[in-house]
């Protein structure tokens, strides 16, 4: 299970995902079934196949973003949290073997698409949580266990609406 938290950016995103989805993808996709279907025989119809599938697949997207819209909570930048680790903050962390990595620390519904954010509820965000600069923090995996050291925190302040 995932935790229902997000950053203010990552719900605009999918505010404007859903937007896109229901304004302005659906009603084109809605044209286009009622145009293939009018064309007769629906069974050979390639365009009438394609543009029903590409329809429920709209239609389940936006089900999962109406119903995970409602329940996610905004996390919003506040300055107690500078010097530590929590959600929302950029991590800049090395390895033993001087491998680095930069990510966000963000919720699950936030990280599709991008290598630089990782899910809250992901085994390195869990060991990194409220850990400092200089830290250096076991990582747990499938893989066995990896220290890493922690270099840098920051955070977006411009998330923060007030």
Known sequence: MSTKLITRA???QLQAE???LWKVERP???LKVTWAASLGDRSENAD???NKKRLREIDRRVRYLTKSLELLRIVDYVPEQEGRVFFGAWVQVENEAGEQLRFRVVG???ILG???YISIDSPMARALLKKQVDDEVPVVTGAGTVTWLINAIEYDKLSNPA
């Open 10 to 12: 990552g719900h605009v």
């Open 114 to 116: 991008r290598k630089d």
């Open 28 to 30: 084109d996709v809605t």
């Open 18 to 20: 859903l937007h896109q």
């Open 108 to 110: 699950y519904d936030e």
């Open 48 to 50: 009438y196949q394609y």
